[in-house]
């Protein structure tokens, strides 16, 4: 069992930077992939990135591509989600999920349904 805990959202101003980071509890997370998703209000839960946490390969949705990078620090259990130029589309509350694998060339999926376990988010407003 694996426990997630985001922070780091806020309101902030198109063009601004914020790093969420994601908390893991119960187990490393040198055995999982974590991705972040992001979800808007009427909108579907969407892909954001993703890591390999044994490996820390990475992959991106190709919408935030270049302006987001996602890292991990096993040793403090974390992963972080660095989001630059921020703009007002980026809005939503933001999720990271782990999946457990033990295949260090897996970088995640953008299925969300893939993932074994969720945090329960953090809000991300970008105004204009």
């Known amino acids: 069992q694996v426990q997630l805990v985001e922070s780091g959202g806020g309101l902030v101003q198109a063009g601004d930077s914020l790093r969420l980071s994601c908390a893991a509890s119960g187990r490393t997370f040198s055995s999982y992939a974590v991705g972040w998703f992001r979800q808007a209000p009427g909108k579907e839960r969407e892909f954001v990135a993703s890591i390999n946490c044994r490996s820390g390969s990475t992959y991106y949705a190709a919408s935030v591509k270049g302006r987001f990078t996602i890292s991990r620090d096993n040793a403090k259990n974390m992963v972080y989600l660095q989001m630059n130029s921020l703009k007002p589309e980026d809005t939503a509350a933001y999720y990271c999920?782990?999946?457990?694998?033990?295949?260090?060339?897996?970088?995640?999926?953008?299925?969300?349904?893939?993932?074994?376990?969720w945090g329960r988010g953090t809000q991300v407003t970008v105004s204009s």
């Open positions: 999920a782990a999946e457990e694998t033990d295949n260090s060339d897996y970088v995640g999926t953008k299925r969300w349904y893939e993932y074994d376990y």
